[in-house]
């Protein structure tokens, strides 16, 4: 293999005899028109520049495939990658690439084998002049040599051990471990386990991950959304799109079928504000039933929390002496955010709490309790629903999560009495913690926070 990647990628003598071949030489054979098919298999695909979808970060190369004389099969060869990848500009490096493409083709067309040595040829072939020299058509394998070739284990060999489906997703998500929240391998890993069960029930001779093509990607999405919503879809395209796309960064596919797949459209969840009366009727419930809850709730309501960043908080997160408080939140891992008076007068003495315990747990402030965010998050949605909703006959739109949009919507109305709308959103950015006025535009507009003066005068007569 060595001396064919010679021929094909090296700037020498051999490239100036070879890119002589007049060109009528490969043209006046049907049997090499690649895009047609042959009565008898060929030998070798037509070869292929992979260009990472035009991204100079990723390794460019030409890449195909040659029966392997041993097992019959057509076997992917090494990508050919030479100095393309040295060029910063992809007019460079898809010069380099054809160039390297051209001079492969022709080699396979003169008979060049991959799994020889074929400097011996090469010299014969230059001793009697490329032009006299005959193209070899696609021989078939003789019938004998195919069918002994009947042994499984000898089928696998011809598979790279760090391509085989299982193990290429494993080693994904060993390494997501590193760069991901427990929360996001965790779906990550509940898609890939339903993906190999797929495989292995609907695809079981595909054995490679560069066998993945968008067809099965598809069929199995299809059968998430015969028992699942298109939310469901998506999030499984999504996981299974990240982990796919490590795999073609690791060069161990060309490229990332679950890209191809499109996006289901799903119905946003709502969240709808509290009217004032609404608002009373909860805070004056829960004072009575639940103050735990209502505490809760009031971190999301007074404090601009979300209620997943609430179940995050523990003891040591809150400092009464600065007033404010640390926790992870969606768009950065640690964000410090002031806590009003208005929240601080309602909370419990922390001095005797442990500091490395949970705030909010089912049994009290501070104690220990041993489970994972989404069930955290969980157990108040459900302990909110049983308490509030289903007791006070609450829509399905009515949500922990509102009460967050409903204090934000007071605030912004009761900022823009006095302020433009420009000072109003600004302060208010410091408080919401959206990272952008475009964000926070859009957030305000979704919830209808912002809106008109009676315009009634503009419609009489």
Same mark, same amino acid.
């Given at each position: ?233 998506? !999030?499984? =395209?999504?996981?299974? #799109? ?5 795999? *073609?960064? $690791?060069? +161990?596919?060309?490229?990332?079928? %679950? ?115 989404? !069930?955290? =998050?969980?157990?108040? #949605? ?5 308490? *509030?909703? $289903?007791? +006070?006959?609450?829509?399905?739109? %009515? ?63």
């Amino acid at each position: 293999m060595h001396s064919f990647l010679e021929f094909i990628i090296f700037e020498n003598a051999h490239e100036h005899v070879l890119e002589h071949v007049p060109e009528h030489v490969f043209a006046h054979e049907v049997d090499f028109n690649l895009s047609r098919p042959l009565p008898n298999k060929k030998n070798f695909t037509d070869p292929k520049i992979y260009t990472g979808n035009t991204n100079l970060d990723k390794r460019w190369y030409v890449y195909f495939s040659f029966r392997n004389p041993e097992t019959g099969k057509l076997q992917r060869m090494k990508n050919i990658y030479g100095d393309a990848n040295r060029y910063t500009t992809k007019s460079d490096r898809l010069a380099v690439l054809s160039r390297y493409r051209s001079r492969l083709l022709k080699l396979l067309r003169l008979g060049f084998n991959p799994f020889t040595d074929n400097l011996e040829l090469f010299l014969e072939m230059k001793k009697k002049g490329f032009e006299n020299v005959p193209l070899q058509k696609a021989e078939k394998l003789p019938k004998k040599e195919t069918r002994r070739i009947s042994n499984p284990e000898l089928k696998e060999k011809k598979v790279n051990p760090e391509s085989l489906i299982e193990r290429a997703f494993q080693e994904v998500l060993d390494r997501k471990k590193k760069r991901v929240s427990d929360v996001t391998i965790k779906g990550y890993t509940y898609s890939v386990n339903q993906f190999i069960a797929f495989m292995k029930e609907q695809f079981p001779k595909t054995k490679s991950v560069d066998e993945i093509n968008k067809r099965m990607a598809q069929k199995f999405l299809n059968t998430i959304l015969e028992t699942k919503s298109s939310r469901t879809y998506n !999030n499984a =395209r999504t996981n299974l #799109s990240a982990v796919m796309q490590d795999i *073609v960064d $690791n060069d +161990l596919a060309n490229s990332n079928p %679950f890209l191809s797949v499109k996006k289901m459209k799903t119905k946003p969840e709502m969240h709808k504000t509290y009217s004032p009366e609404k608002l009373e009727k909860v805070f004056d419930h829960l004072k009575e039933n639940d103050p735990e809850l209502l505490l809760f709730i009031k971190f999301v309501s007074y404090g601009f929390l979300r209620p997943i960043e609430a179940c995050r908080l523990k003891v040591g997160d809150i400092d009464l002496k600065n007033k404010v408080v640390r926790f992870k939140a969606k768009n950065k891992n640690h964000k410090t955010q002031l806590l009003p008076e208005i929240l601080l007068d309602e909370l419990p003495d922390l001095s005797k709490l442990n500091d490395g315990n949970w705030f909010f747990t089912p049994n009290g402030y501070g104690r220990e309790w041993e489970a994972e965010e989404t !069930n955290r =998050r969980d157990h108040f #949605s459900k302990r909110f629903k049983y308490e *509030v909703k $289903n007791k +006070l006959k609450l829509g399905s739109d %009515f949500t922990i999560y509102s009460f967050r949009h409903t204090f934000i919507t007071k605030l912004y109305r009761e900022l823009r009495k006095n302020q433009t709308p420009f000072e109003a959103k600004s302060y208010l950015m410091q408080i919401t913690g959206h990272q952008t006025m475009d964000a926070l535009n859009k957030y305000l507009r979704d919830i209808d926070a912002e809106l008109p003066e009676d315009y009634s005068d503009y419609l009489k007569d």
